[in-house]
């Protein structure tokens, strides 16, 4: 299989940003989130914050390439937080105003609220268990299929089984069928009512759902 994954650099981190959004450009919940679509500020803000967690040294960045063309074909950002002290979901801030690199137009409201709901379920469903959480995982739509996930998974399965330690994520849809056959198991689906949040159009349910998983410690 001609695909192998390796630690990311920060130099990568432009190119990992646009693979993440190119791998959810068809996401139905995307122009809910970003009505003007993807600008120039919306491309500045995430490139930042891409850049801001990979300098987190909880934080670790792999990358799948394929090996005959050397392309990066997926990418995932895991966070570990192996203090047993701390109340994992305490760690994550959500501001109740969107920060100054915000992109116009983005719907905020809707940002906050997945934050919101994210936090609550690492206190809920973690608590302060030590613990490696997947909070990024993509894969280029041309590329999918090849195995790029898997393997990326592997890697935080394995660290997590040396370590004994728990293993949280929120998928997609989409993700479900990899994250189950890898020992995850769903806790908690949170659906936003997307026309509480501005939408105006009829949806699908599922571009709504965020889904809370969990893999015990082994
Ligand atoms: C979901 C995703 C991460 C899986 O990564 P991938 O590299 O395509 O998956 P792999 O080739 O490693 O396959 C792993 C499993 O994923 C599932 N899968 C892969 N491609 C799939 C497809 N086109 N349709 C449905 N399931 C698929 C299968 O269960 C597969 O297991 P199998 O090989 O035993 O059949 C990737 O397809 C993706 O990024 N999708 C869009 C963005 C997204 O929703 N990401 C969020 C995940 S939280």
Known sequence: MPISILPAVEADIPAISRLQ???FASHPRMPMQWPRGYTADFYAYKEMGDREDFQDSANHYWKAIDSETGEMVACADWSFHLESDVEAGEKLTVESGPPESWPEGGNWELKRFYRLNTRRMIGDYIGKQPHIMLNVLTVLPEHQGRGAG???????????DKLHVCMCLESTPAGLALYKSMGFVVREVVAANMHDFGWKEPYDEEAAHRIFMV???R
């Open 21 to 23: 959004v190119a791998a």
């Open 215 to 217: 893999r015990e410690a």
């Open 150 to 160: 898997r393997q990326l998974i592997q890697w935080g399965v394995k660290e997590a």
